[in-house]
C-alpha cells in the first residue's frame, strides 16, 4: 500500500512537469497576450501594404520596359541594331580614341 505522501508528492510533481511544459503563451497575461496579438496583426498589414507597392512598383516598370523596348524597335533605331558587318560606333568610346582605331 503507498503512502498518502507519497502520492501527493507524485501528483505535485506531474502538476508542476505539466505547467513547465505548457505554452508560454498560457502563462502570460491576457492583457499581453492581446498585445502580442494586435502587434502580429499590425505587423502583418503593414507587410501586406509593402507586398503591395512592391506589386504596383514592378507593374510600372514592366510598362515602362515595354515603351522602352518598343522605342528601340522603332523603325529610326533599326540600322543602329542591325549588323551590316560595317564596324558598329562605341558610345563609350573617348572622342580622341575613336581617330586612332
Known amino acids: ?33 492581446s498585445s502580442a ?17 512592391v506589386e504596383n512598383t514592378v507593374e510600372k516598370l514592366e510598362s515602362e520596359l515595354a515603351v522602352l523596348l518598343e522605342a528601340i524597335d522603332a523603325p529610326q533605331w533599326r540600322p543602329l541594331l542591325e549588323d551590316t558587318g560595317e564596324p558598329t560606333v562605341d558610345i563609350l568610346q573617348d572622342p580622341e ?3 586612332q582605331s
Open 97 to 99: 580614341e575613336k581617330g
Open 1 to 33: 500500500m503507498t503512502h498518502p505522501t507519497r502520492s501527493a508528492i507524485g501528483l505535485l510533481l506531474i502538476v508542476i512537469g505539466y505547467t513547465a511544459a505548457a505554452p508560454d503563451s498560457d502563462l502570460w497575461p491576457r492583457v499581453v497576450r
Open 37 to 53: 496579438c494586435q502587434e502580429h496583426t499590425n505587423l502583418h498589414k503593414r507587410l501586406d501594404v509593402v507586398e503591395k507597392r
